[in-house]
């Protein structure tokens, strides 16, 4: 048997933007080792639509404030780099412009993020809750193998 599996995105009025194939699996089906997915091809297929679906918002954010808000004229930007960000999925590199700001309001600065606004932690929610968990269950002695030097190192 083979399963293809596409994510469709589509805009808010249901208009479909893009379609991706995630992955293509062929399957077989006699043994019970081949029954349903594996944990780690159901990682890897959550990490892809993860990552697709981050990619979408961020893009669909950054038009926004491409433009003045005072005369809508269009914002030149003056750098590119990566901004990373920590989900449960993994860590994904995600475009941050450094954006002039029109020169018809007098501003403090002379440039802005627009990411930054919208990213004011580098972490997920889901991931800060999962890691707050964690440490909880390590200083309660529910994991008493787990050293809390490990921890200290990685934070």
């Known amino acids: 048997m083979r399963v293809k599996l596409q994510l469709v995105l589509c805009s808010d009025d249901d208009h479909e933007e893009t379609v991706t194939d995630i992955v293509s699996l062929k399957k077989d089906y006699h043994r019970i080792e081949h029954l349903g ?83 004011t932690e580098s972490v997920a929610p889901e991931l800060l809750f999962k890691l707050n968990r964690e440490w909880a269950a390590v200083f309660r002695g529910w994991y008493p193998d787990l050293k809390v030097e490990k921890w200290e190192k990685a934070a």
């Open 37 to 119: 997915l594996p944990l780690a091809e159901s990682k890897q297929l959550l990490k892809h639509i993860q990552k697709k679906r981050l990619q979408q918002q961020i893009d669909r954010y950054l038009k926004t404030p491409s433009q003045c808000p005072d005369c809508e004229s269009p914002l030149k930007a003056k750098h590119y780099t990566n901004r990373l960000f920590r989900t449960l999925f993994g860590t994904f590199k995600l475009p941050s412009p450094r954006l002039q700001h029109c020169k018809c309001q007098r501003r403090k600065t002379t440039s802005f993020r627009p990411l930054s606004a919208l990213l």
